[in-house]
Structures are given as C-alpha cells and as structure tokens.
C-alpha cells in the first residue's frame, strides 16, 4: 500500500514538472525565442563540409 501512495505521489510530480516546462516553453516562444541548443556550424561552414565532401578529390577509393 505504501508503494502505492509514494507511486502517485511520483506521478503528481511528474505532471507538475511537465506543466512548467509546457508553460515555460509557450512564454519563450511568445517571446520569440526557440530553445534548445545552438547550432555547431554556420551555414557558411555547412556549405563547405558538403563542397568537401562531394569534391573527386575526397573519394572512397583512394
């Protein structure tokens, strides 16, 4: 029976943390911000890599 009330006490927790974070993301993106994390190349560098990558000099076979 213990077991049981520590379980919904868990899952009441769980829900709140989720409610904040839901909230805490709509405020943020009113604002005009998106999380998460930045990205690790510019698209200057992204062309690059994918120019490198599709050169006759950067073959499988050599």
């Known amino acids: 029976m213990i077991i049981h009330v520590f379980a919904s ?3 009441f927790e769980r829900a709140r943390i989720r409610e904040g974070d839901v909230e805490s993301l709509q405020v943020t993106r009113a604002k005009g911000r998106i999380g ?3 990205p ?3 698209e ?3 062309t690059e890599v994918l120019r ?3 050169s006759p000099l950067c073959s499988k076979s050599a």
Request: glycine residues 6%; proline residues 7%; positive net charge.
């Open 44 to 46: 200057d560098q992204k």
């Open 9 to 11: 006490i868990a899952q």
């Open 52 to 54: 490198k990558k599709t």
């Open 40 to 42: 690790a190349r510019s």
């Open 36 to 38: 998460g994390r930045p």
